[in-house]
């Protein structure tokens, strides 16, 4: 297990976007000056696509080197390409398409339309990830600077959800779901596994419909009942909140001087 995960508290979900976007940015820079790439693992929804959208429109973001940033998904609706619903679809809208990345090193998971189906087409991103994985990362998956999740109402992470046989999985890196209780009930994900391969797990809850949700996982719920409690990163997990979303949480957790 991680060391205890870091809470920081915005005043609102702008102003948590904004402060995130400019985080992503500064840890894409120094892992780049570091190492020459970086590897972000993004995730959609609601907060997810607010960070794009703020990342898009800070002028931060030219210090990036676009085309040696590899993109990956945590998890994705198993709709066809171009479906509005997708993750994929609303991060080129909100952010890729306005920024020159390298195509071969961004990794959407493949769509409904493709010849293959829900557990067929995990496996294909399971195996584009150990591809892409090499002997320093000492498993099937890179070990990725930053990989964001946002936080669902029912604690779910990705497209993990609580008691759901995915989040029981321990072998495989990305596995399909059936029968999600949120729509539409097909979709990839990656695993906790996979997910803590990560240098830094970056979780994202704004509004007070997440707030039960946040104090759950931090309370020391097991992962089977609240996903978000068994994401963690190998050097830091960082929960990124507005004042909202932190408002149940025990005074003992809250930081004091969060912006």
């Not at 794009?52 to 993109?71: F, G, Q, V």
């Not at 809208?93 to 998971?109: G, K, Q």
């Not at 890179?142 to 109402?153: E, K, N, Y």
């Amino acid at each position: 297990m991680s060391a205890a995960p870091q809470l920081v508290v915005h005043r609102d979900k702008e102003l948590m976007a904004q402060a995130a976007a400019a985080r992503l940015i500064t840890k894409i820079v120094d892992a780049q000056a570091a190492r020459g790439y970086a590897s972000v693992v993004l995730t959609g929804g609601r907060n997810g696509n607010g960070l794009l959208t703020a990342l898009s429109s800070s002028p931060a973001k030219d210090a990036i080197d676009w085309s040696r940033l590899d993109l990956w998904w945590g998890d994705e609706r198993f709709l066809p390409d171009g479906d509005p619903e997708r993750n994929y679809t609303q991060a080129k809208e909100a952010l890729l398409d306005s920024v020159p990345l390298n195509p071969a090193r961004v990794h959407p998971m493949p769509a409904s339309d493709g010849a293959y189906e829900v557990d067929a087409a995990a496996g294909m991103y399971a195996a584009e990830l150990t591809a892409a994985a090499g002997p320093e990362d000492h498993g099937p998956v890179p070990t990725f600077d930053v990989l964001m999740l946002g936080v669902g109402p029912d604690t779910h992470v990705a497209s993990l959800f609580p008691e759901l046989p995915a989040v029981r999985e321990t072998e495989r890196s990305v596995v399909g779901v059936h029968g999600a209780p949120k729509p539409p009930p097909i979709r990839i994900t990656l695993t906790l596994p996979a997910i803590r391969a990560a240098r830094e797990v970056w979780l994202l809850a704004a509004g007070e419909d997440k707030a039960n949700a946040a104090a759950i996982a931090l309370s020391g719920a097991g992962e089977v009942q609240a996903p978000a409690a068994g994401a963690y990163g190998r050097s830091r997990t960082l929960w990124l909140l507005d004042a909202a979303a932190a408002s149940q949480l025990p005074r003992d957790l809250y930081p004091p001087a969060s912006p």
